[in-house]
């Protein structure tokens, strides 16, 4: 027999464990619906970077303008990332190509990575991880380039091509518009670098 004390902790109990099991549903769909917002800036940000009109003006020789020479031109500024408000995306690698006039955008934010690289035109976020020299299975490959002076290296990190001739040419007030034409006295080196690539979706 269950006394009147007892059965008011055992209804207490049960009024506590509904209250945790709605407040954990409500988590889960308050999470969702910001993770939502978030690939929706992250897709809105993405399309002014690709539409930006100074793109055609600054354009090279390879047709790759990065985020990085937008900012400087003063066309854009940072973009935050919006996974993270007290970080930017990377203006290294966030870049548009263009090809036969069509804009091949890549925007990099954080862990995750928005790209129209298929003809459709559909944007499509992958979840990246950071580049390392160990190769996995169906690992994405990167080569960077970087160079010697005063027997170390110049910059902290392996760029892609089109990104050491900008930050090279920038550093040294030269014109070079592709990295075998840098003279071997510079001592241009390469390192191969991989990482995971997983689509997330399309939006």
């Known amino acids: 027999?269950?006394?009147?004390?007892?059965?008011?902790?055992?209804?207490?109990?049960?009024?506590?464990?509904?209250?945790?099991?709605?407040?954990?549903?409500?988590?889960?769909?308050?999470?969702?619906?910001?993770?939502?917002?978030?690939?929706?800036?992250l897709k809105s940000d993405f399309i002014l970077?690709?539409?930006?009109?100074?793109?055609?003006?600054?354009?090279?020789?390879?047709?790759?303008?990065?985020?990085?020479?937008?900012?400087?031109?003063?066309?854009?500024?940072?973009?935050?990332?919006?996974?993270?408000?007290?970080?930017?995306?990377?203006?290294?690698?966030?870049?548009?190509?263009?090809?036969?006039?069509?804009?091949?955008?890549?925007?990099?934010?954080?862990?995750?990575?928005?790209?129209?690289?298929?003809?459709?035109?559909?944007?499509?976020?992958y979840k990246v991880s950071k580049w390392q020299d160990k190769k996995s299975e169906n690992s994405e490959v990167k080569v960077g380039y970087n160079y010697i002076q005063d027997n170390k290296l110049v910059f902290n990190t392996y760029y892609y091509d089109y990104m050491f001739l900008y930050l090279f040419n920038r550093k040294n007030n030269t014109t070079y518009n592709n990295v075998n034409t840098i003279p071997e006295k510079n001592q241009v080196i390469t390192q191969v670098f991989y990482r995971t690539k997983e689509k997330i979706k399309e939006i």
């Open 1 to 41: 027999m269950i006394n009147n004390k007892g059965k008011a902790h055992s209804e207490i109990l049960i009024v506590l464990v509904v209250i945790l099991l709605l407040t954990s549903i409500l988590s889960v769909f308050l999470l969702k619906c910001i993770k939502t917002e978030n690939f929706r800036a």
């Open 49 to 125: 970077m690709i539409n930006n009109n100074n793109i055609y003006n600054l354009k090279s020789n390879d047709e790759i303008v990065s985020l990085k020479e937008l900012v400087d031109q003063g066309a854009v500024e940072n973009i935050k990332n919006p996974f993270n408000h007290k970080q930017y995306c990377d203006i290294y690698e966030s870049r548009v190509e263009v090809k036969n006039n069509r804009k091949i955008g890549i925007l990099k934010c954080g862990d995750y990575l928005i790209t129209n690289e298929n003809e459709d035109n559909k944007s499509i976020v």
